[in-house]
């Protein structure tokens, strides 16, 4: 009854799973699976027949035709049996990759919805935990199930051979089940704490790489490490506790398994001598029991592999039932009418962040976002872009619910510039262009209005440069020009720009504010969160944050003076000019007079020699 709740419970937690599964196929290779088990487990049989037959008949009788037979057919057996046992690796390995090809998106999709609401811990474990499940799926445990199944058949071949080896064999059995229950109930425990411990421990090291430059300009490198170390300690402890939990049973059983062994060849030998048996019947004896508990073994010794399966399958589960499920609407072209109701949004602890907050812009508007540290700016963006959860309120695009609409047809209508300005792996042209169809003329037009094309060309391989994880082959303020050419790339009807004048220098500065005013003159709404006066004196409107409200809103000239220091001088904003349409295609571009002529871009794979840009 124990093991029956272990199993129930383990496909308790993978049932909302394959809920996510094309189950015809799953179950498909599940049934070939069974079949072939049967064929297999039969063929199991031949050897341990043949053994009692060269007893009986051939050493009796003398007959070399019946010595050829008997072995013609069990070698037919055997390798019937070797193949059946290929065919059921290669099912539950198909049933498997099935499982995993189905899950992936939801996974990942999954992960990113948590990795947008604030998740800590290392974000991309939960494909860790789908791989541990499909290895498991995929590997021998399954068969060892499937075995077991078939205990019945082993146990009426012994009982035939003589009542008391079947019955030695059925105590034999009950003692494996019972180390194999015992097994579960001591180390189900310690094997999840162990894994548990472990991913802790990974977290902390991977969280203290990410600040190693901090770390070692400002020597706290050993206090780093020993506090790792002491995580990993406990980690390692708890692993060599599970161990020996386990590795003791599994020892107890391996034991078990072999005394038995030699007991029954003595029991089937005992009753050869009072002629109750044949002398083929001592090895068919042992053969037929060491299958019959091969199943039992095998699931002792992966019983942790098992354990990390079941926990890593609860964890795809609680992901899977706390992502949002996706309500989308067709998007079409927006225009740049931007409607905020009653925003409220909380942080991941569900402690309020912004509380009741509206405005409305129309085509051709800037709105400076300002306020102290932690009054809400950077959640305020992210929910107008639709990309944080919000508890309250709407945003609405030219009446299109922004939060609601569908992200591969929105977001081509979308700019974003995060405080945070990582690229992803790839080259400058992949990462501008947003890892889609690269179009030259776009191309050249968000990197000619950013400033970033002089920039660009300077590097040794141009667009072609291979920016390196999270960009960290590029400066800060080469990473934050590429970032904003991203931003812009295809002339987006909202741009979202958070501290953009972050990492920039005078040139920087200078492309940033040409890049507002150009989105500005096309008729798009431009939302920015910033502090220097260089980039809030652009703006046409003002909106002041404190602790999560909306302290003021109005004119940018009636909020400036109360914000910028004495003295600064304000840019003069010309009138907003309604946008066209809809700002797709994007009309063709002419390059200022004083820029270089406009060459073809050629795009080649980066060769693996790229060295690390500069980054004084």
Known sequence: R???????????????????VDRTLFWKQFRQGIWISTMLNVTALASPIYLNEIYNRVLSTGSFETLFVLTVLCVVALIMGAAFEQQRAAAFMHASAGLYADLEP????????????????????????????????????????????????FLAALFYIHFWVGIFALITMVIMVGIAIVTQWVSDSAIKRSYEAQLAAGNLAEGQLRGAEAAAAMGFVKQARM????????????????????????????????????????????????????????????????????????ILGGWRQ???????????????????????????????????????????????????ISFSLEPGEVLAVVGPVGSGKSTLLRCLLGVWPYVAGTVRLDGIPIRESDRDQIGPYLGFLPQNADLFPGTIAQN?????????EKLLQATTITGARDMISRL??????????????????????????????????????????????????????????????????????????????????ILILTEGKMKDFGPAEKLLPQILPPGTSVLKRPPAQQPAQA?????????????????????????????KTDKS
């Open 2 to 20: 124990p093991m029956q709740s272990t199993l129930t419970s383990a496909a308790s937690t993978l049932a909302p799973i394959f809920e996510k």
């Open 106 to 153: 939801h996974i990942y999709s999954a992960s990113h919805a948590r990795s947008l609401a604030g998740a800590q811990g290392r974000r991309s474990q939960p494909f860790d935990d789908l791989e541990s499940v499909r290895a498991t799926i995929g590997g021998p445990l399954p068969g060892a199930f499937y075995d077991i199944c078939f205990a019945p058949l």
């Open 227 to 298: 506090r790792w170390a002491r995580t990993n300690r406990k980690a390692v402890s708890e692993q060599i506790y599970a161990a020996s939990q386990a590795g003791g049973l599994s020892a107890a059983a391996r034991a078990v398994r072999g005394g038995t062994q030699t007991m029954i060849i003595a029991l089937a030998a005992l009753l050869s001598l009072y002629g109750e048996v044949a002398g083929g019947a001592i090895i068919a004896a042992s053969i037929i029991l060491s299958r019959l508990l091969a199943p039992v073994d095998q």
């Open 306 to 356: 098992l354990s990390q399966a079941r926990v890593a399958a609860g964890r795809l589960y609680a992901l899977l039932a706390a992502s949002p499920k996706e309500v989308q609407t067709s998007t079409p072209a927006p225009r740049a009418n931007l409607i905020v109701d009653g925003i409220s949004a909380s942080s991941p602890t569900n402690q309020l962040i912004l509380r009741g």
């Open 432 to 440: 501008i262009a947003r890892f889609g169809e690269a179009d030259e």
């Open 460 to 541: 040794p391989q141009g667009f072609d440069t291979d920016v390196g994880e999270a960009g960290q082959l590029l400066s800060a303020g080469q990473r934050r020009r590429v970032a904003l050419a991203r931003a812009v790339y295809g002339w987006p009807v909202m741009l979202c720009l958070d501290e953009p004048e972050a990492h920039l220098d005078a040139d920087g500065e200078s492309g940033l504010t040409k890049t507002i005013l150009a989105l500005k003159e096309r008729g798009a709404c431009v939302i920015i969160a910033a502090h220097r006066p260089s980039v809030i004196t652009a703006a046409d409107k």
């Open 583 to 611: 700002p797709q295609p994007a009309q063709p571009f002419q390059a200022p007079q004083t820029q270089a002529p406009v060459t073809r871009v050629q795009f080649t794979p980066p060769s693996p020699g790229t060295t």
